[in-house]
Every structure is written in structure tokens, then in C-alpha cells.
């Protein structure tokens, strides 16, 4: 896991020369696990874009999430490599990447993939919702499903 993460921080930090748009947000995230309990969580993103096309982007981003509330307690942390289409008013959303859990006893990794669309709200401001389901490794339960909605602001 710590290899992958490495990797993908590596090809995001020597891509960001060619950086379009730098952005930082928020969200709201209700994860509910397939056996388990669910919780809400908060995370904190910072993210780059890197294409120069308007209708196709693409880039890479960095998330830390801490329990809010529910029944589970366990922090969240994912890098995902993204890719949005402009389909007008709005644009569809595609992530993949690594997600590791830092359970209260243990941690567990895994991979994630997600789907989406977002908005903008105005210049400097994007809506975000996205459906994201983590792939885990021997820990409480296979898979979990993150219903998300976000605000960013684009630098």
C-alpha cells in the first residue's frame, strides 16, 4: 500500500509543472459498510488538474477523512487519480485509486473507485457528488460505499 501511495504521489508531483487548476475543499461523506457499521466522516481534499483540453480533464488528488458521527470510528485516506467529461452544465466524474482505514486496534488498505458529477457553483467554487465504493483488504468487510457531497474552491 505505502509503495502505491508513493507512486502515485511521485507521477502527481512531477506532472504538477503542467498544472492547470490547483483546488482545496470539504465534504460530507456517509459510509456504509456491507457488513459493518456505517458513520459519517469529514475529509479534507487538495487535488490538481493537468489537462489543457476543455471537454475531457484529468488529474490527481489527496484526501483525509476523521469519524463525525455513527456507529464505526475509523479514519479514512485516499489518493485517487481522476478524469471528468464536460457534458454542459455539468461534468461526469470517474476516480480510481488507493484507500487505507486507520481502524482504532489496526489499519486496512485497499483499492477504490468512484463516479460522479460536478458543478460550478461560480468561478472559483465546484459542487461536487459522488458515489465511491472501497475495495478492502482482511479487515471488518469487503467492500464500503461512500455517498459524498463536496465544495471546492479552485485556486
Known amino acids: 500500500m505505502k509503495t502505491g501511495l508513493s507512486i502515485l504521489g511521485a507521477l502527481a508531483i512531477a506532472t504538477s509543472a503542467q498544472a492547470q487548476?490547483?483546488?482545496a475543499g470539504?465534504?460530507?461523506?456517509?459510509?456504509y459498510p456491507h457488513s459493518g457499521d456505517s458513520q459519517l466522516v469529514g475529509s479534507l481534499i487538495?487535488?490538481?488538474?493537468?489537462?489543457?483540453?476543455?471537454?475531457?480533464?484529468?488529474?490527481?488528488?489527496?484526501?483525509?477523512?476523521?469519524?463525525?458521527?455513527g456507529d464505526a470510528d475509523y479514519g479514512t485516506q485516499r489518493l485517487r487519480l481522476w478524469g471528468t467529461?464536460?457534458?454542459?452544465?455539468?461534468?461526469?466524474?470517474?476516480?480510481?485509486?488507493?484507500?487505507?482505514?486507520?481502524?482504532?486496534g489496526g489499519d486496512a488498505n485497499g483499492t477504490n473507485l468512484g463516479l460522479g458529477v460536478e458543478s460550478d457553483f461560480s468561478p472559483n467554487v465546484t459542487l461536487r457528488g459522488e458515489f465511491i465504493r472501497d475495495f478492502m483488504d482482511?479487515?471488518?468487510?469487503?467492500?464500503?460505499?461512500?455517498?459524498?457531497?463536496?465544495?471546492?474552491y479552485n485556486f
Not at 467529461?85 to 455539468?90: A, E, K, T, V
Not at 482482511?138 to 471546492?152: E, I, M, N, Q, W
Request: glycine share 12%; hydrophobic share 40%; net charge negative.
Open 21 to 23: 487548476d490547483f483546488y
Open 26 to 31: 470539504g465534504t460530507l461523506d456517509y459510509m
Open 46 to 69: 487538495g487535488g490538481l488538474g493537468l489537462s489543457n483540453n476543455p471537454d475531457l480533464n484529468y488529474g490527481a488528488e489527496a484526501e483525509l477523512g476523521w469519524h463525525l458521527a
Open 85 to 104: 467529461y464536460d457534458l454542459g452544465n455539468i461534468r461526469a466524474r470517474a476516480a480510481v485509486g488507493l484507500t487505507y482505514y486507520d481502524i482504532p
Open 138 to 152: 482482511d479487515t471488518f468487510t469487503d467492500a464500503v460505499t461512500t455517498t459524498r457531497v463536496a465544495v471546492f
